[in-house]
């Protein structure tokens, strides 16, 4: 069975600091897709980017960047010089076939990242 | 912008009230979700539907059962609410096709059963 795990479930960092969000994911598929979400106090969940299985170029947009690497399962995220906005839970979602010929979504638990002023 | 909208932000009821939450997409997505998310255990999922009037279980279906008569609306039901489903009730929706598309997710529903 598909399964994502973030093994940090808090982390607490100073404003401008950098800080990594891990995910190590565990499928069977050949083919299948890697998500981040945000999720703010307010509770939505924001889609911050998606990663297919056979492109493992790194990924920047300002700040924020990801690491995909296929030998190790893993797709970890980095927020560069964070600030106090980027204080949300993190996570790191597995795409997975489901009936019908749909998709769904498996998630780990999540990462709480706290960014003091 | 794709809009997932959730009838009610904050809901309190009673132990044993038969529990309604509406979700309305507005993007023509086929496939549509219920999660259901707690502190420490992540987003789970509860049910979906890839079509009008097809549902598939989730990972925690017990308790919970749904509808959806019209594309755009999809409705998680508590047929007799208990206190462990206190919790924060999150919809979603995506296309149906090709793998990997984006699920969106509404601002979630939270809800207190006492």
């Known amino acids: 069975a598909q399964k994502v795990t973030q093994a940090q479930t808090e982390i607490s960092v100073v404003e401008k600091e950098d800080v990594t969000l891990d995910c190590v994911y565990e499928t069977r598929d050949t083919t299948y897709y890697l998500f981040w979400y945000k999720q703010p106090p307010s509770g939505e969940l924001v889609f911050l980017i998606r990663r297919n299985s056979f492109d493992e170029q790194n990924e920047i947009s300002g700040r924020y960047s990801w690491n995909f690497q296929k030998s190790t399962s893993s797709f970890n995220f980095t927020i560069t010089a964070s600030q106090v906005v980027d204080s949300a839970v993190y996570f790191c979602?597995?795409?997975?076939?489901?009936?019908?010929?749909?998709?769904?979504?498996?998630f780990g638990k999540g990462t709480k990242l706290t960014v003091n002023p | 912008d794709v809009k997932v909208t959730q009838s009610s932000r904050y809901l309190v009821k009673r132990t044993g009230e038969k529990v309604f939450l509406e979700c309305v997409q507005d993007?023509?997505?086929?496939?549509m979700f219920w999660y259901r998310q707690d502190p420490g255990l992540g987003l789970r999922l509860i049910y979906f539907?890839?079509?009008?009037?097809?549902?598939e279980k989730g990972d925690i279906p017990e308790g919970y059962s749904v509808s959806r008569e019209k594309k755009e609306r999809f409705s998680l039901i508590l047929e007799s609410a208990s206190t462990n489903q206190t919790s924060m009730y999150l919809c979603?929706?995506?296309?149906?096709?090709?793998?990997?598309?984006?699920?969106?997710f509404g601002e979630g529903s939270w809800l207190t059963v006492v």
């Open positions: 979602a597995l795409s997975e076939f489901a009936q019908g010929g749909s998709e769904k979504l498996v």
């Open positions: 979603a929706s995506s296309f149906l096709g090709i793998l990997g598309n984006t699920i969106y």
């Open positions: 539907s890839y079509d009008v009037k097809m549902k």
């Open positions: 993007m023509d997505h086929e496939n």
